[in-house]
């Protein structure tokens, strides 16, 4: 279905069976003022064109654009590319809906214009075999030029419009057309008039001057076409020197002169002569016109070159890092790769020497794996070292605690020998002589009995103690055999006397107060055999006679009785010796052990040597141990008392578990319990207990260090199997080569931290600190190298950009911790000269500067169209030959290597200066002095239309591969 863009812009469809001529009837009805205008400006000729298509097929939309052409001359134009493009395109509707443009279905040579411009000539100058060459000549360039510029003028009068962006091929592809006349489209125009013109010359000639046989071959259409080229470069070439013509009156004398000489800029490479100043214009119009940013590209290369340090240089292009740049040296490589190759190679010949020179000189990477391997064995060795001197340390201590323990190991016999001596100087030292010397005080009151006192009042208390005698009266009893008898003696039985008033008598009774004395000992004895025996009622009884005894002499001391008064005195002697410390009361224990030891002093039934220190030592009982402290403030030498409570008690520490059986050292634990029992009754002996607390202090103390030493012991211990089996950073190099050792660490999940572990470990030691510098050099120039050794001039391996890119992208900052600050920005220099000079480098179809520095005049990437065209004309391999015919012919028309502009591009491209220069070079950029696309496209139609004219004939296949 075709679609017809309406004048008011919009696109419709029409049926496909709709003949043209309604369409354009029905376009004129809707739109009488532009058909109105458009039959105004529509030549006056017979323009009546022939259905399109071929014998079978329905009529295509070709007649829709002989409808459109002379309404918008930028279609018409336009249409001369779809008659070559056509069979491209699939022959019918194969860009139908294109806004603005419209799809010919007609095959090549077979389109509206190439039918309309025969038959409009034919009108003109008769019919072209009728003609003479002057006519034909005529005809030609008449035909050829108004096939230039209808669609120019066109083309020229809708840039604007057709800057809009395109949304499918066609629409592109006019766009393409369209940019020469952008700038200035007379200038263009008129070039592309010129060039029509030329193209029809070349093809009279031809006509007239090629041999019969050869316009009557297959090969007439290949023919024809190289002629139109030819010409129209020829017409474009003249119109420019005539052009030129004034320009170069007035700069031949400068020429000649030399004052047109760029003598700043290099010299011509390929002459040896200055550049010439319109040379270095139109190069820098060129460079100008091709970079996307020149000031950008300026200012991108200066600060890239500032990062690369000394050296080859990347060429231009990458330098600028723009985009046109970079097309225009892809041209230039094409065209001479040589010198690039050259440049290619130095710049990685430079990246690789640079990577080697990080190695310090006269440093290999074994300086480092030899260091940490004897690092190691350090390690392992100051470990079993410091084990050594752990166990040294706990074998000392522990003779040190057993050396400790041992003045208490040996009081643990002294405790049998310490109890005898607690007793003799209870007893021996102190307890006896003091009895005996207040017995001694007693028997001096009355020794020969001559004080002789009346106790008649004692009779009725005697009797009393004789009733109550119970079995007490048996002298194998508690009462001894001659206290009865005293008693008796001193207070007789039935004496009366008459008194004096001789009134009824009473008893009589006179004893000496020697007897008296005698006899109070041991009725104080009695009193607690009594009371042990529960005779309480003998008991009461024997306090009372004794009492009264007292109260006897008593009274004879007031009435001056001198026998009396000494007893008296020896009362109060024994009360100040023997009170304090044996007679403090019944529950005093010092007291009872008097009263004991008196029960039975010579066989000490009653009161045992051995259980002397135990009836007084006893546990939480304190009133014991004071008892004992006073029995020894009253002996001779209370310090050997205490000494021998002090070797009782520590004898008593050492049997209670308080040394360890099998270290022999003390247990403070077991000690302190021991202390803690004992409590207040080993507070009444101060420095004893002074020492039971040291001793747990120095045992506690002893206990601790020794843990210490043995947590030191398990320390070193670990210490030797961590330095053996866990060796840190140092695994990476234990066993392994330099840059394998570099490589672990960098694959270790942790690379800065492993990088940093080594960096550490050879801190100190510069021959190893440079060994680890070369073994990551000996890494880089094995792993991140390739072996395309030819990329290189000295052979050496190419630094791999995009090995070393991955490992700066991973591992930057741990290459940074071996290298120093200026060895790091080295490296980078080279990944950065080498990102720089990987970059891409082509040159896009269709861009006038890389047309012009790929292929000269005429782009080879331009003969698509002629291409396509002709395989399916003539088949794959039959109009393969042909377009090999004609690309041999376009590299024939290509400029000379040494053209001045071309080498001036190619030496600006490793002159980064020069680049500089003409990037910025105030020059005018002007417009195109002609469409070239449009110049071939009328050429290749020329050949088309020779194609159709000759039935398709072409060379044989085997020709045409040669």
């Known amino acids: 279905m075709p679609v017809v863009t309406m004048p008011d812009g919009v696109p419709v469809a029409f049926p496909d069976d709709m003949p043209p001529e309604q369409i354009r009837s029905l376009i004129e009805q809707k739109f009488p003022d532009a058909a109105a205008q458009a039959s105004a400006q ?53 860009i139908e809906g294109v806004s603005d443009l419209a799809s010919v279905a007609n095959p090549v040579g077979g389109g509206s214009l190439a039918r309309m411009l025969p038959k409009a000539m034919d009108q003109i100058f008769g019919p072209a075999d009728e003609m003479s060459p002057r006519e034909n000549l005529g005809r030609n360039v008449v035909r050829l030029g108004t096939n230039a510029i209808i669609p120019a003028a066109g083309m020229a009068g809708n840039v604007e419009r057709a800057a809009r962006p395109a949304a499918t091929f066609a629409g592109r592809m006019g766009q393409k057309l369209m940019e020469p006349y952008a700038v200035n489209p007379g200038r263009a125009v008129a070039g592309d008039v010129a060039g029509g013109v030329g193209a029809g010359t070349g093809i009279s000639a031809y006509e007239e001057y090629a041999p019969e046989s050869v316009q009557e071959s297959g090969w007439d259409p290949v023919a024809k076409t190289v002629a139109a080229l030819l010409g129209g470069v020829g017409g474009i070439t003249a119109m420019q020197g005539a052009r030129g013509a004034v320009n170069t009156a007035r700069t031949g004398v400068k020429s000649r002169l030399g004052l047109d000489n760029e003598t700043t800029l290099p010299v011509n490479e390929a002459t ?156 021996d030292q102190t307890l006896v002589p003091t009895q005996e010397r207040m017995s001694a005080n007693y028997r001096n009151v009355d020794p020969d009995r001559s004080a002789v006192v009346d106790v008649s009042e004692l009779v009725d208390q005697a009797d009393a103690v004789r009733a109550s005698l119970g079995d007490l009266n048996d002298p194998a009893k508690v009462l001894p055999r001659g206290l009865l008898n005293r008693i008796e003696n001193t207070v007789p039985p039935e004496d009366f006397r008459v008194s004096p008033d001789g009134t009824a008598a009473r008893p009589v009774a006179e004893t000496s107060i020697g007897d008296i004395v005698e006899v109070m000992p041991e009725m104080s004895a009695t009193i607690s055999r009594a009371q042990k025996a529960q005779n309480y009622r003998l008991a009461d009884n024997l306090r009372s006679l004794r009492d009264s005894m007292k109260g006897v ?160 012991v398990r320390t070193a211990q670990r210490g030797v199997e961590e330095a053996q089996t866990n060796t840190g950073a140092l695994r990476f190099a234990l066993g392994n080569d330099p840059e394998h050792m570099i490589g672990q660490a960098l694959s270790s999940g942790d690379s800065e931290r492993a990088i940093g572990s080594l960096v550490n470990l050879t801190e100190g030691n510069p021959s190893a600190r440079a060994g680890l510098k070369s073994a990551l050099v000996d890494y880089l120039v094995k792993t991140k190298t ?177």
Do not use: C
């Open 272 to 427: 040896g002569q200055f550049f010439k100043a319109d040379e270095v214009n139109e190069a820098a119009k060129f460079v100008q016109e091709g970079a996307s940013d020149p000031e950008a590209a300026v200012r991108t290369m200066r600060e890239t070159i500032s990062q690369l340090g000394d050296g080859p240089l990347p060429t231009t292009g990458p330098l600028t890092n723009d985009v046109g740049m970079l097309q225009m040296e892809g041209g230039l490589r094409r065209r001479g790769p040589k010198p690039f190759i050259e440049r290619d190679r130095a710049v990685d010949t430079a990246a690789s020497a640079r990577t080697s020179a990080l190695a310090p000189e006269g440093s290999t990477g074994r300086d480092a794996t030899d260091y940490l391997e004897n690092v190691q064995r350090e390690r392992v060795g100051q470990a079993q070292m410091e084990e050594r001197n752990a166990q040294e340390a706990q074998d000392l201590l522990r003779r040190t605690r057993r050396q400790e323990a041992a003045p208490l190991q040996s009081m643990a016999g002294e405790g049998g020998r310490a109890a005898a001596r607690i007793d003799e100087t209870v007893v």
């Open 553 to 712: 002499v008593a009274d004879a001391a007031e009435q001056g009785d001198e026998a009396a008064q000494r007893f008296m005195q020896a009362d109060e002697d024994f009360a100040a010796t023997m009170g304090p410390t044996f007679k403090r009361g019944p529950g005093d224990e010092a007291q009872k052990f008097r009263k004991d030891f008196n029960l039975d002093r010579h066989n000490r039934s009653t009161t045992p040597p051995s259980a002397t220190a135990d009836r007084f030592l006893r546990p939480g009982q304190p009133e014991k141990a004071q008892a004992l402290n006073r029995i020894f403030d009253q002996a001779p030498n209370p310090e050997a008392g205490r000494q021998a409570v002090r070797d009782y008690l520590l004898s008593d520490l050492a049997n209670s578990g308080a040394i360890d059986p099998q270290s022999g050292a003390l247990l403070p634990q077991v000690i302190r319990q021991w202390r803690q029992r004992w409590g207040a009754s080993l507070d009444e002996f101060p420095e004893i207990g002074r020492e039971v607390d040291d001793l747990i202090g120095r045992a506690q103390r002893g206990a601790d260090m020794e843990g210490a030493a043995e947590d030191l």
């Open 786 to 962: 390739t072996s395309a050794v030819g990329k290189t001039t000295d052979n050496t391996r190419p630094v791999s950009f995009a090995k070393l890119d991955d490992l700066f992208k991973k591992h930057e900052r741990a290459l940074a911790q071996v290298l120093e600050p200026e060895e790091m920005n080295q490296l980078r220099q080279v990944h950065k000269m080498l990102s720089i000079s990987k970059r891409d480098v082509q040159a896009t179809t269709g861009s006038q500067t890389a047309e012009r520095l790929s292929s000269g005049p005429i782009s080879e990437q331009s003969l698509f169209p002629l291409e396509a065209a002709l395989r399916l004309k003539f088949g794959m391999l039959k109009g393969g030959g042909i377009m090999s015919i004609i690309k041999k012919a376009l590299r024939q028309m290509k400029g000379s290597e040494t053209d001045n502009v071309d080498q001036l591009m190619r030496q600006m491209a490793f002159d980064p200066e020069l680049a500089r220069h003409l990037l910025t070079r105030q020059v005018d950029v002007g417009g195109k002095a002609w469409n070239a696309k449009l110049n071939r496209l009328i050429a290749y139609g020329a050949g088309a239309r020779a194609i159709e004219e000759d039935g398709g004939e072409a060379p044989p296949p085997e020709e045409s591969q040669n």
């Open 42 to 94: 529509r030549p006056q000729l017979d323009l009546e064109v022939e259905q399109p298509g071929v014998a079978g097929e329905e009529p295509g939309v070709g007649n829709v654009w002989q409808g459109r052409m002379g309404n918008n001359p930028l279609t018409a134009g336009i249409g001369a590319v779809f008659d070559l493009f056509g069979p491209a395109a699939s022959s019918r509707g194969a």
